[in-house]
C-alpha cells in the first residue's frame, strides 16, 4: 500500500513539474486590449506572414516579426527583453512557441494571446494595415 501511494505522488510532481515548465501566461482579447491600454509600453508582435497581414490587417501598434523567418530569433533579439511583450498569431499555434523561445532568450515577461488574430476579428475589434 506504500509503495503505491509512493510511485502515485512521485508521478503526480513530476506530471505537475513537467506542466510548470512547459505553460505560458496567455491572454483573451479584453486582457490583451487592457494591457496595451494600461502600460503603453508592452510590446506587441504580430507574428505572422505578410500576406497574412494583408488579407486580415493587424492590431494598431504591433510590430511585424515573422515566425517563419529564418532570422526570427534576431529580429525578436531587438526587442526590449524588460519591457512586456504580446505575441500573436492567426490561431494560437505559432504564437506559443515564440514565448517559449523568447522565454529561453532571457524576456522577462512574455504573454500570448492565445486567440490570435481569428480571435481579434470574431469579436469584431479594429484592425490597421
Not at 55 to 80: E, M, V, Y
Not at 91 to 102: F, L, N, Q, V
Request: charged letters at 20%.
Amino acid at each position: 500500500m506504500h509503495r503505491i501511494l509512493f510511485v502515485l505522488m512521485t508521478g503526480m510532481i513530476a506530471l505537475m513539474s513537467a506542466c510548470t515548465a512547459q505553460s505560458q501566461t496567455t491572454l483573451s482579447a479584453a486582457q490583451t486590449e487592457e494591457m496595451l491600454q494600461k502600460d503603453p509600453s508592452t510590446q506587441l508582435v504580430d507574428l505572422r506572414t505578410q500576406a497574412e497581414i494583408n488579407q486580415t490587417g493587424k492590431i494598431a501598434g504591433a510590430k511585424h516579426i515573422n515566425f517563419n523567418s529564418p532570422d526570427f530569433q534576431a529580429q525578436i533579439g531587438q526587442l526590449d527583453k524588460n519591457k512586456p511583450v504580446i505575441v500573436y498569431c492567426a490561431s494560437g499555434g505559432r504564437s506559443p512557441r515564440a514565448a517559449a523561445a523568447m522565454t529561453k532568450m532571457g524576456f522577462k515577461t512574455v504573454y500570448d494571446y492565445a486567440g490570435g488574430m481569428n480571435d481579434w476579428k470574431a469579436k469584431g475589434k479594429k484592425t490597421v494595415q
